[in-house]
């Protein structure tokens, strides 16, 4: 960390500015703004750009040029002249006298740097690079002034007012963050973000007053991770995964996902690989009936959508069945992250006008599918967990009516920066996936869509350390990264 990020109380306080144009017309706003007595110094006539703050009596501009006594009583500087040499003067007054103090645009010349703010007052969020790349900085600040609501400043003053009262009814910590957390995600928000900050009040006396230090009882998440990337995750996802008191989760989850889960929460991993059970399934769907049942928020997070393919119907069944409170939240499945990742439409005008999804679990060596429905033309069929019974896949397709030409792919890791691609056709994408050595988690995708992806083909990750494909001349034909 380059700089320590910290927040200044600069209300009632003395600020001073060196300059009278644009530039040091933002920085006095932004000192009133903050509650500072802000004194402008400069040799000219202020610019219009100081015409908005002329209004209140904590701005005095005193029309001189700059000296050091000018720095008598001030708390923080500001140097925004634009003349080289007197914002150094500025600089190596005030240094001299330990007073923090910022040159606009000269880094070098700064004891503190001033980020991208986000004011949702008493709720502030800063951003900076450092000084490194100011664009960035402001990118960033205009993507979170979309996802934080201006009215987060109202549902913190709200929480602000009953601190106290929160303090008195619960004797740890810990009993103070469930409560604060669960009121902060429960409808209360929603009325004050609509306008109702009277009913949020009265719903949140009445919350106080009803809840006791006890432990609550738990809950369930049930939470899909998506294909692996995780800015696939959703909004509503990534808040139940920071909140959660125990993870619960499977071996398609990605690192980087994990990584985004609460950093103290417990994690079990109950990951299945085929004859390979960490946790049978019914064990699994015990597991998160007991974590709740002890208090415990509990996030099942599961690879892909948690109702496709991965069970999730019949853990919440269970829950249902023992009386335990859960959550539902979809995710993007696999067959349409990896898709969109490998330039694969899954459906298209042109080409499809249907799409299956199926599930390529060997029974007794063979794949019991209804294939007479899925060799159908003009449709795309995505074929989950089916590497392993990709030789009979393409040999059963081809015998019920499919053309041996017809184009399928199959997708490593998809979304990921280890994602490969092999596309080939039913007749030879067998050979090719055994050429490329590809392992699960994979994605079969069958179909005329195929044929676009050399034109649509967008996402190019660098190859993985481990990748043993060195050179594109060491890598056999149709395999993409």
Request: proline share 6%; glycine share 6%; aromatic share 6%.
């Given at each position: 960390?380059?700089?320590?990020?910290?927040?200044?109380?600069?209300?009632?306080?003395?600020?001073?500015?060196?300059?009278?144009?644009?530039?040091?017309?933002?920085?006095?706003?932004?000192?009133?703004?903050?509650?500072?007595?802000?004194?402008?110094?400069?040799?000219?006539?202020?610019?219009?750009?100081?015409?908005?703050?002329?209004?209140?009596?904590?701005?005095?501009?005193?029309?001189?040029?700059?000296?050091?006594?000018?720095?008598?009583?001030?708390?923080?500087?500001?140097?925004?002249?634009?003349?080289?040499?007197?914002?150094?003067?500025?600089?190596?007054?005030?240094?001299?006298?330990?007073?923090?103090?910022?040159?606009?645009?000269?880094?070098?010349?700064?004891?503190?740097?001033?980020?991208?703010?986000?004011?949702?007052?008493?709720?502030?969020?800063?951003?900076?690079?450092?000084?490194?790349?100011?664009?960035?900085?402001?990118?960033?600040?205009?993507?979170?002034?979309?996802?934080?609501?201006?009215?987060?400043?109202?549902?913190?003053?709200?929480?602000?007012?009953?601190?106290?009262?929160?303090?008195?009814?619960?004797?740890?910590?810990?009993?103070?963050?469930?409560?604060?957390?669960?009121?902060?995600?429960?409808?209360?928000?929603?009325?004050?973000?609509?306008?109702?900050?009277?009913?949020?009040?009265?719903?949140?006396?009445?919350?106080?007053?009803?809840?006791?230090?006890?432990?609550?009882?738990?809950?369930?998440?049930?939470?899909?991770?998506?294909?692996?990337?995780?800015?696939?995750?959703?909004?509503?996802?990534?808040?139940?995964?920071?909140?959660?008191?125990?993870?619960?989760?499977?071996?398609?989850?990605?690192?980087?996902?994990?990584?985004?889960?609460?950093?103290?929460?417990?994690?079990?991993?109950?990951?299945?690989?085929?004859?390979?059970?960490?946790?049978?399934?019914?064990?699994?769907?015990?597991?998160?009936?007991?974590l709740a049942k002890e208090g415990k928020r509990v996030?099942?997070?599961?690879?892909?959508?948690?109702?496709?393919?991965?069970?999730?119907?019949?853990?919440?069944?269970?829950?249902?069945?023992?009386?335990?409170?859960?959550?539902?939240?979809?995710?993007?499945?696999?067959?349409?992250?990896?898709?969109?990742?490998?330039?694969?439409?899954?459906?298209?005008?042109?080409?499809?006008?249907?799409?299956?999804?199926?599930?390529?679990?060997?029974?007794?060596?063979?794949?019991?599918?209804?294939?007479?429905?899925?060799?159908?033309?003009?449709?795309?069929?995505?074929?989950?967990?089916?590497?392993?019974?990709?030789?009979?896949?393409?040999?059963?397709?081809?015998?019920?009516?499919?053309?041996?030409?017809?184009?399928?792919?199959?997708?490593?890791?998809?979304?990921?920066?280890?994602?490969?691609?092999?596309?080939?056709?039913?007749?030879?994408?067998?050979?090719?996936v055994a050429q490329a050595d590809l392992k699960p988690?994979?994605?079969?995708?069958?179909?005329?869509?195929?044929?676009?992806?050399?034109?649509?083909?967008?996402?190019?990750?660098?190859?993985?350390?481990?990748?043993?494909?060195?050179?594109?001349?060491?890598?056999?034909?149709?395999?993409?990264?």
């Amino acid at each position: 960390m380059d700089y320590l990020p910290i927040f200044l109380d600069l209300r009632g306080k003395n600020a001073l500015v060196v300059g009278g144009g644009d530039t040091a017309a933002r920085k006095a706003s932004l000192l009133l703004s903050a509650g500072a007595w802000v004194t402008v110094v400069s040799p000219e006539p202020l610019t219009a750009a100081f015409s908005e703050l002329q209004g209140t009596d904590r701005l005095i501009h005193r029309q001189a040029s700059f000296h050091d006594s000018h720095l008598d009583g001030m708390e923080l500087v500001f140097a925004a002249s634009e003349d080289e040499a007197l914002d150094r003067q500025v600089y190596d007054a005030a240094r001299a006298r330990h007073l923090p103090v910022n040159v606009v645009d000269r880094p070098q010349l700064c004891s503190f740097i001033m980020p991208s703010i986000i004011d949702r007052s008493p709720v502030v969020v800063a951003v900076s690079s450092g000084g490194e790349a100011p664009v960035l900085s402001r990118l960033l600040r205009a993507r979170l002034e979309t996802l934080i609501p201006a009215a987060y400043g109202r549902l913190a003053a709200l929480a602000g007012r009953f601190k106290d009262r929160v303090r008195k009814r619960f004797s740890s910590t810990e009993a103070r963050r469930k409560f604060w957390e669960k009121a902060l995600l429960s409808p209360i928000a929603e009325m004050v973000f609509a306008g109702r900050e009277q009913e949020a009040e009265a719903a949140l006396s009445r919350m106080l007053e009803g809840t006791a230090d006890a432990p609550e009882r738990g809950e369930v998440y049930l939470v899909g991770a998506g294909p692996g990337n995780p800015d696939l995750l959703t909004f509503r996802a990534l808040r139940l995964m920071q909140q959660a008191d125990v993870v619960v989760y499977d071996r398609l989850v990605s690192p980087p996902i994990l990584d985004m889960c609460r950093r103290d929460a417990d994690r079990i991993y109950v990951g299945k690989e085929r004859d390979n059970h960490a946790l049978p399934q019914e064990d699994i769907n015990q597991l998160l009936v007991r974590l709740a049942k002890e208090g415990k928020r509990v996030l099942r997070l599961k690879g892909g959508d948690p109702f496709i393919f991965v069970r999730g119907g019949e853990e919440i069944e269970t829950l249902r069945e023992n009386g335990v409170p859960f959550q539902v939240v979809p995710a993007v499945t696999a067959a349409a992250g990896v898709a969109s990742y490998a330039g694969i439409p899954l459906t298209h005008r042109d080409y499809a006008q249907a799409l299956i999804f199926v599930t390529g679990h060997l029974k007794d060596n063979s794949m019991d599918l209804d294939w007479d429905m899925l060799c159908r033309p003009r449709q795309t069929v995505v074929i989950y967990m089916g590497l392993k019974g990709l030789v009979t896949l393409c040999r059963e397709m081809i015998a019920h009516g499919l053309p041996p030409t017809t184009p399928a792919a199959v997708v490593q890791q998809g979304t990921t920066l280890n994602q490969k691609v092999v596309t080939g056709t039913l007749e030879t994408l067998p050979a090719l996936v055994a050429q490329a050595d590809l392992k699960p988690p994979t994605l079969i995708i069958v179909g005329e869509v195929v044929r676009l992806h050399d034109k649509l083909n967008w996402f190019h990750p660098e190859p993985a350390a481990d990748d043993h494909w060195h050179t594109p001349l060491d890598r056999p034909a149709h395999l993409e990264m």
